[in-house]
């Protein structure tokens, strides 16, 4: 059981560049989100989804956009990368069948926009 | 609109000793849950405990345990018998209709 599954675990990007950032889940879990991890600023939403076909924004989503295809993948694309982009991002997903039990957190990507 | 507010940004503590951190939160949701996660350097984000806010008795899970005061909304995490594998962020954090919301953290030192 791997559990939710984040690629890559470090990335570069020039100002302007686009990139996705991968997540994956296996324990067929209908929420899924995106979240962005600044000094002092404890982790923001970025986006997220309640099942396959339905996603919104959260409280930062100015920069970034998100499909959900299938319930296993939620990727993140950053249109045109900015350095105030430089963040880490984690992707986490939970049921409702045990919200109780939080949510399970992928190990992170740190992207650096220079 | 939920908030969750951590008012140390950080703390230390002997090891061996209690520690408490604080938490409050804010919310209109009836079925809301809080949290509290670890984030070591790592920067895995790990489960800590959790408490179900409809129920008065405080969660605990070993040397960890809440003190919940709803009244208050309060939300504070009490390490007992701190060790050094303790320090870390910590994560107070909030969930109803199933967004997550976190409060800024609090970076725990353990002292030998």
């Known amino acids: 059981n791997a559990g939710v599954t984040q690629t890559p675990k470090f990335q570069v990007l020039k100002t302007g560049q686009s990139m996705t950032l991968q997540c994956a889940q296996d324990?067929?879990?209908?929420?899924m989100s995106w979240y962005r991890q600044d000094p002092g600023m404890g982790l923001r939403l970025i986006h997220y989804?309640?099942?396959?076909?339905?996603?919104d924004q959260g409280e930062v989503p100015n920069g970034y956009n998100v499909s959900r295809s299938t319930t296993e993948d939620f990727p993140l694309r950053l249109l045109s990368a900015a350095p105030s982009q430089t963040s880490v991002y984690f992707c986490?997903?939970?049921?409702?069948?045990?919200?109780?039990?939080?949510?399970?957190f992928g190990s992170g990507t740190r992207l650096t926009v220079v | 609109a939920q908030t969750v507010t951590q008012s140390q940004p950080e703390m230390s503590v002997q090891e061996a000793e209690t520690v408490t951190l604080s938490c409050t939160y804010d919310?209109?949701?009836?079925?809301?849950?809080l949290f509290w996660y670890k984030q070591p350097p790592s920067r895995q984000m790990i489960l800590v405990i959790r408490?179900?806010?409809?129920?008065?008795q405080n969660a605990t899970e070993n040397r960890f345990s809440v003190n919940f005061q709803k009244a208050a909304k309060s939300f504070s995490l009490k390490i007992s018998d701190s060790q050094l594998g303790d320090a870390a962020m910590y994560f107070c954090?909030?969930?109803?209709?199933?967004?997550?919301?976190f409060g800024k953290g609090t970076k725990l030192s353990v002292i030998p």
């Open positions: 324990m067929n879990h209908e929420y």
């Open positions: 989804s309640v099942g396959a076909g339905i996603t």
């Open positions: 986490a997903s939970s049921t409702r069948r045990e919200f109780n039990y939080g949510y399970t």
């Open positions: 408490q179900e806010a409809y129920k008065q």
């Open positions: 919310t209109s949701e009836s079925d809301y849950y």
């Open positions: 954090a909030g969930a109803g209709s199933y967004q997550l919301t």
